[in-house]
């Protein structure tokens, strides 16, 4: 007890002198520490883990007869014998596992959208706050798969526990990245739910041998719980290690991390323009006119327009005075004043509004 | 529009949502030590411009340029309803990268928000979370100030609150650019200009 008061104590001593460091590291734990927060509030994906789980493995127990199947097993390399009962449970505690996760970090993205782009805005490091995201759901993955396995294991005994709750981790994890991706790309929670839901619904139906008896590797293996399905099966029924099979999940989690890297990073754009003070000012609009010329006009501080930027020398610099910028056309050069004014020449490339 | 002594400019912005064309060449400067006002009627325009101001929005043509650190306050509360506030505050105090949340107390306690430190900002309401959509504007004390609807389900004593900070910062040579569709106190601000048509035009009748 001493031990654990003396833990708890020192993790309290530590979480204290995090409050006011913002190094990238403290920014990471404060950020998982508060995605963590946020999953624990989520009370309805709370109630599914605790009663959902329990109930559908309970259902599967006392609805599908102990009939033997053949599980087309990549593993074992061919048709393995075995109880659809429990081929049921497998697939059933995956369908479970990944509609749960995947809603629960569809949800999380989505409703944090709006304030992390805010946070990004405030100077907050996206890395951090996706980081932070992917480490939520690694801990949210551990925790419903080592309580589905737990459920499982009193309803049945798989041959090997422990690659059964791998599978169903790596499982979670492939859910979980898409509803990363979901939760940036989708506005609405119904829309994600029924994408998470129609996925996953093709995902486990095509790869379950009691709706689907024959032997359609070719295809099945793209699915997104393949791997997890054949580990466990194999976890299941057989002795044989499937660990490759099952980390095929993080092949899945790596490809919608990328993606929601990717769609995070669209979505967190800052579109202003910081002007250090010492900056001279200057903002030009460039636009054309019928005759093809430029009108090039400064709406802050006086500018020089260089137009033969491939003629200039080696160290060419603007009069004192004249804030610097250059547009990028042919034709003569021109100096402009603060105000509007105009430059004949041949437009390559216009610009429409540039600064500097 | 041309000043030298600006702190953020808009320059030419333009913005349409599929055809319907919202700002339409908007130009003006902000001053340092200012308090500008832009008003404008329901749908001209002002919410589009702020998120195009903050950065949130790009603009189809024209640029912003912002010489110091921007406070952005959205007229849609943007908190997070799981997090306490007090959490709200460590979470920015990262992202503004402060030693320190003295500034952040500070307006918590002038804005009668300290009760509510540990509360989740889910449970708070509307007023309540308007003042912490405020908290997190100002908290690392901005340059610019950008502000939409800032004082919007908040009772008269935070309404004053609300105008003591705001003349503090432009004392303090902060420039505040509120946000609104309508002015009651016209004479709080330095300048006030009007959203009209798609562009920013100095309002008519208005000198203070």
């Known amino acids: 007890m001493s031990v654990l008061t003396s833990v708890v104590s020192d993790f309290k001593a530590y979480k204290a002198s995090l409050d006011d460091q913002t190094t990238w590291q403290a920014s990471l734990l404060k950020a998982i520490g508060f995605e963590v927060a946020q999953h624990v509030r989520n009370r309805l994906a709370l109630a599914l883990v605790v009663f959902f789980i329990p109930v559908w493995l309970g259902i599967v127990r006392a609805i599908i007869p102990s009939d033997t199947v053949e599980y087309h097993s990549r593993v074992t390399r061919g048709p393995l014998p075995v109880n659809a009962n429990e081929l049921a449970m497998v697939s059933g505690a995956i369908n479970a596992v990944t509609l749960i996760i995947g809603f629960m970090m569809f949800a999380a993205v989505r409703r944090s ?7 990004v805005l405030a100077g907050h490091s996206r890395a951090c ?11 949210v993955s551990a925790v419903v798969a080592g309580y589905a396995g737990l459920v499982m294991a009193m309803y049945w005994d798989p041959v090997q526990p422990g690659l059964m709750t791998l599978s169903l981790f790596t499982s979670g994890l492939t859910y979980g990245g898409l509803g990363i991706v979901l939760g940036l790309a989708l506005s609405t929670e119904l829309a994600g739910m029924f994408v998470i839901i129609m996925v996953s619904l093709v995902d486990v139906m095509v790869q379950n041998p009691i709706i689907n008896p024959a032997d359609t590797q070719a295809v099945v293996r793209f699915l997104p719980t393949y791997g997890s399905m054949q580990a466990g099966a194999a976890a299941g029924f057989t002795s044989r290690g499937a660990v490759g099979y099952a980390s095929l999940g993080l092949v899945w989690l790596t490809a919608f991390g990328l993606i929601g890297l990717v769609a995070f990073q669209r979505r967190t754009r800052d579109h202003a323009r910081h002007a250090p003070s010492a900056e001279p000012a200057a903002a030009v609009t460039v636009s054309t006119r019928a005759d093809g010329s430029l009108v090039v006009t ?9 137009t033969r930027l491939a003629q200039c020398p ?6 004192a005075g004249v804030s610097a910028a250059a547009v990028s056309s042919a034709g003569a050069g021109a100096v402009a004043g603060a105000g509007a004014g105009a430059a004949p020449a041949r437009p390559r490339r216009t610009r429409r509004a540039a600064t500097s | 529009m041309s000043t030298p002594d600006f702190t953020l400019r808009a320059v030419d912005l333009h913005k349409a949502f599929g055809t319907r064309q ?10 340092r030590g200012e308090i500008m006002g832009i008003i404008g009627e329901n749908g001209a325009g002002k919410t589009t411009l702020l998120r195009v101001l903050s950065g949130e929005l790009k603009a189809d043509r024209g640029a912003v340029v912002h010489r110091d650190r921007l406070g952005y306050c959205p007229q849609r509360i943007v908190v997070n309803d799981e997090l306490t506030v007090e959490q709200h505050l460590r979470y920015f105090q990262c992202a503004y990268r402060l ?4 500034r952040a107390q500070e307006l918590v306690e002038r804005l009668d928000l300290a009760r509510y430190r540990r509360t989740k900002a889910g449970v708070l309401s509307g007023g309540t979370r308007q003042k912490l959509n405020l908290v997190l504007a100002l908290m690392h004390d901005p340059g610019v100030v950008l502000m939409d609807e800032p004082y919007q389900g908040f009772d008269w004593d935070n309404y004053l609150a609300f105008w003591s900070i705001t003349k503090e910062l432009r004392d303090r040579g902060q420039s505040v650019l509120v946000i609104s569709h309508i002015a009651h106190d016209v004479e709080r601000f330095d300048r006030l200009h009007r959203l009209r048509g798609g562009q920013v035009v100095e309002e008519a009748g208005v000198t203070t």
């Open chain 1, 113 to 119: 959208s709006a304030f992390d782009q805010r946070l």
């Open chain 1, 129 to 139: 706050l996706l980081a932070a995201k992917l480490v939520g759901l690694l801990l």
């Open chain 1, 298 to 306: 400064s709406m802050a501080g006086p500018v020089v327009l260089c």
């Open chain 1, 314 to 319: 080696v160290g060419c610099e603007a009069p």
């Open chain 2, 22 to 31: 919202v700002l339409r060449g908007v130009d003006f400067s902000l001053k």
């Open chain 2, 99 to 102: 030693t320190s949340l003295e």
